[in-house]
């Protein structure tokens, strides 16, 4: 799903939802997670071609302090 249909859908349930509904919280950290992915995609297309240990160094920040568990 693209970030702009995430965006709708964060806008949909704003309507409706308190801020802590559980719906609600999830579609905003798919939306962040989204454009963050479109951001990151964007950077490596324009980018020239990362050696594999710049590949793992960037992988560790984006799994962070937790070593990769889910939050």
Known sequence: MSWTQERARVASLTRSRAADDPDLVAARRNLAAAR??????????????????????????LRGPSGGASQ
């Open 36 to 61: 963050l992915a479109d951001h990151i995609e964007k950077t490596i297309a324009a980018a020239p071609p990362l050696t594999a240990e710049q590949r793992d160094r960037l992988a560790l920040l």
